[in-house]
């Protein structure tokens, strides 16, 4: 159970560096992908490789933080795509076998405040 | 640093609670609280306590939740406010005696997928 940590570190390695075989090898074969915001689901290996491989747009990622127990993983990632920047939140859970099986990942983005707040919140 | 997953799971039952002393209890004194996605930030234990205290609408959480190292912690959280349901992520640091001293929260928002990968991804 403890290698979750360093397979989700070779994840992330493997995606910015397109190494879709390393990629592939930190991943469960029935793993399970979801975006709770858009409600998709994405099932297997094959398919979820595909994905991130097809995904448009010279993005990089940079890893800001993690979190890890032994049978799960969060990390804070930031990624940009030429001018564009987003962060992402990705919740992983292990197969048990030091592979991930169970990714779920959130990409919050910029909003204004609402009103009402501003004496006790500074702008930065 | 162990106490920092309790002084979590403290906040969150406080919160949900409206029990403002036990909800400071929690927290450091000069805590630091910050929305990246507005660029929003809230400094010290008073102004953060004030600013959930007022915060409108009659919201209630569950934590879906948790992971755990000793000095840092993630949080899954359902907010419900009438029939309005939201996540939030929310990252913890600890100031080393059991209280939180950082908290960075996310609040993604439901989206539409983008077209081209209906042949991978199912909704759900």
Not at 27 to 34: A, F, I, K, Q, R
């Amino acid at each position: 159970m403890t290698d979750l940590r360093k397979a989700v570190e070779r994840f992330w390695a493997a995606a910015e560096a397109r190494d879709w075989a390393a990629f592939a090898d930190t991943l469960s074969e029935d793993v399970v992908y979801t975006l709770p915001q858009t409600r998709e689901l994405i099932s297997g290996r094959e398919r979820y490789v595909r994905f991130n491989r097809e995904y448009p747009g010279d993005w990089h990622l940079r890893v800001e933080r993690v979190v890890a127990e032994p049978g799960q993983v969060v990390t804070w990632t930031h990624f940009t795509v030429g001018p564009e920047e987003m962060d992402a939140i990705s919740f992983f859970t292990g197969d048990g076998a030091g592979r991930i099986s169970v990714i779920t990942d959130f990409w919050p983005e910029p909003y204004e405040p609402p009103v009402g707040r501003e004496h006790l919140a500074e702008r930065y």
